[in-house]
């Protein structure tokens, strides 16, 4: 459980984060082209051995794949959610009037601004300016 400020200060440590998401998954989409698409791909990550040439490609995919597995493990280690890697989406499990939230940052964003409930997505975010969102009820 996060209060808005816990959330706030990972907010540079995110940034980094998704900066570098970016990057990989730009030479990864250029590898994804060049293995001949994305099926090519995810068969070569299957262990299908990829055509005749593209043995060096299909190796750097595969690292780049691992790399990006990697950052969004370090990412939800900290305690939040990386919900979309393409749209830049973390949320934290946040308290409102005693009932779990997740308070929501989206990349680019200078700090967490939104929350919204639980059960419901991106498309329910709200301002949090106004609202009271609680300190957990046990430390972190």
């Known amino acids: 459980m996060f209060t808005v400020e816990e959330a706030n200060d990972l907010v540079p440590d995110l940034e980094l984060a998704f900066g570098h998401l970016g990057r990989l998954r730009g030479e990864a989409s250029v590898l994804v082209e060049a293995l001949g698409g994305g099926a090519a791909a995810m068969e070569i990550l299957n262990g299908q051995a990829p055509g005749p040439g593209l043995e060096p490609h299909a190796l750097r995919f595969k690292t780049l794949v691992e790399e990006i597995n990697g950052v969004v493990e370090q990412v939800n280690e900290l305690g939040c959610l990386v919900k979309d890697i393409d749209a830049g989406l973390v949320d ?8 779990p939230i997740f308070l929501c940052w989206q990349f680019g964003e200078p700090a967490v601004a939104h929350w919204h409930p639980v059960e419901e997505g991106f498309a329910s975010r709200q301002p949090i300016e106004g609202v009271s969102i609680e300190p957990p009820p046990f430390p972190n």
Do not use: C, H, N
């Not at 934290?92 to 009932?99: K, L, N």
């Open 92 to 99: 934290f499990y946040g308290i409102q009037e005693g009932e």
